[in-house]
């Protein structure tokens, strides 16, 4: 008798039936009674194993045949048992069945699927998919598992066992076909699948950026938006997000100078967030705070609310007076210069979306107490696909670094390097004059901003806008966010 590599066959729910080393005769046995149904009764005298086992996996692989899903228990895993193998030609035959793709409907060529053990493999408009049986399940948009009208999930997710597997699978040109155990039925229209599966996902481009410089900034000679086109216009409100969206900055042109005209600006697009600065904030270089923004000193570019544990999304900036010298804006791309380390040092791009560091702020000036702690990496990516989305960088408010070891810290300050390096390039920044009635809309996310010293007296309006809010008027007039 051959000895071969040892083989389990995976069925439903996990189980798996091993089956027994037997000879050539035995197999062309079990061969001849699986095709000829009648027989199944005699399956015990050939079968040198378990008979129920034989006989539960001998009815199962009926059921696949009735069910067209002959090939479900294709997945060949290594077993250590030293009682599972197939003979070779039985396992070619076996196998040659079970990487059979489907055609399900002759019209439908540009579709093909397959069950696996454990999912559906589907190849749809040149995506190839692959699909959790308890995901497409859960996913079910039926009435009874999908309220359309709310667009929420009715199914309980906990009820549905974590081994379910379809009992039958279609497809047609336009839907895949699911019936469960329990004779449920899931439909899938094939172009929701493709948009909505992992593969799809990674296929598409999350957030259309343009990273700049100072150079291609310019260069593309953004307008900025007149105030009345962004208060009373959808067209002037949305060529405004794009360029947000786009570059993270966006400015409002013609905005009468007080503070309560900026405040209705920002109430166009979203709610303002209120913080421990207030809702609408106005300040002057009075030290009333006790934060070097509120004082004649430059500040070196940083992100804002590094602190708070979900830093400010947007940050808007409106200067209603400055009688004196200096007080220039600067802007620069922290995605740019990011992308810049990823080039140069995936490593520590890595490293920095990594390494969890806290932000603080601690007051005790006048009236004012507080302390706020912030915990995250410098750079935040969506795990995945690595998409960065938030840059936290504020040396000023950095903490004592007390979440890693020395060595990691050595290596955390030679990272932070190569992006404060990136940051300060002198062609990475954009400097701007804040005048009145210009408003300045900073994406706090990604846009560093900074400030030169500045003489007289300067006065700046501004709030916080939540990014969510931002991000939802932007869907609703179209825009991808
Ligand atoms: C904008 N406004 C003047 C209100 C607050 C400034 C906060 C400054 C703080 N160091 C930070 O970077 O978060
Ligand atoms: O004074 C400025 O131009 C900006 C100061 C600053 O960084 C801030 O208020 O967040
Ligand atoms: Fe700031």
């Not at 692959?130 to 309220?147: E, G, P």
């Not at 740019?336 to 990823?342: E, H, I, P, S, W």
């Not at 700046?460 to 966010?481: E, F, H, I, P, S």
């Amino acid at each position: 008798m051959k000895s071969l590599a040892p083989v389990s066959v995976g069925l439903e729910h996990g189980k798996t039936v091993h089956v027994e080393a037997v000879n050539v005769g035995y197999i062309a046995a079990a061969l001849l009674l699986f095709w000829s149904w009648t027989w199944r009764s005699a399956v015990c005298t050939v079968w040198c194993g378990d008979p129920w086992e034989l006989l539960e996996f001998l009815s199962r692989m009926w059921c696949w045949r009735l069910t067209g899903l002959f090939n479900v228990p294709c997945r060949l895993s290594r077993s250590t048992s030293h009682r599972s193998a197939w003979l070779p030609g039985y396992r070619k035959i076996f196998s040659a069945a079970a990487a059979r793709w489907h055609h399900t409907a002759p019209e439908s060529l540009n579709c093909v699927w397959q069950l696996h053990g454990d999912h559906l493999e589907l190849r749809y408009a040149n995506t190839l998919m692959r699909f959790d049986f308890v995901w497409l399940r859960d996913h079910c948009r039926s009435a009874s598992c999908y309220n359309t009208k709310t667009n929420q999930r009715s199914l309980d997710t906990a009820s549905v066992d974590l081994g379910i597997k379809p009992k039958a699978v279609r497809v047609d040109e336009t839907t895949l076909f699911l019936t469960w155990p329990d004779g449920h039925v899931t439909r899938y229209g094939l172009e929701w699948l493709v948009k909505n599966s992992y593969e799809g996902q990674k296929q598409q481009v999350m957030h259309p950026r343009i990273l700049w410089n100072a150079e291609i900034y310019k260069q593309s000679q953004i307008p900025s938006i007149d105030c009345q086109s962004f208060l009373e216009t959808d067209e002037g409100l949305k060529e405004f997000l794009q360029n947000f969206l786009l570059y993270g900055i966006a400015f409002v042109e013609n905005v009468t100078p007080t503070k309560e005209d900026t405040e209705i600006l920002a109430e166009r697009i979203s709610l303002i967030r209120e913080t421990i600065y207030g809702r609408m904030w106005y300040f002057t270089s009075d030290f009333s705070r006790g934060d070097t923004a509120y004082t004649k000193l430059a500040l070196d570019r940083h992100t804002d609310t590094t602190y708070f544990q979900e830093p400010c999304g947007i940050q808007v900036f409106h200067c209603l007076k400055h009688e004196g010298t200096g007080g220039r804006t600067l802007l620069v791309d922290g995605f740019y210069a990011a992308d810049q380390v990823l080039q140069q040092a995936p490593d520590q791009f890595e490293l920095l979306s990594k390494v969890p560091l806290k932000h603080e702020y601690v007051e005790n000036v006048g009236g004012c107490h507080n302390h706020m702690i912030g915990v995250g990496p410098v750079l935040n990516v969506y795990p995945w696909n690595n998409e960065l989305y938030l840059i936290r960088y504020n040396n000023y408010d950095r903490a004592v670094i007390n979440t890693v070891p020395y060595d990691v810290a050595h290596r955390w300050y030679t990272a932070h390097r190569t992006l404060t390096t990136e940051l300060r390039r002198p062609e990475n920044e954009l400097w701007v004059k804040l005048k009145p009635g210009k408003a300045l809309f900073i994406d706090n996310w990604r846009v560093l901003h900074g400030r030169e010293a500045f003489t007289g007296y300067r006065q700046l309006c501004g709030c916080y806008l939540t990014r969510d809010d931002v991000l939802n008027t932007a869907r609703l007039l179209g825009l991808q966010a």
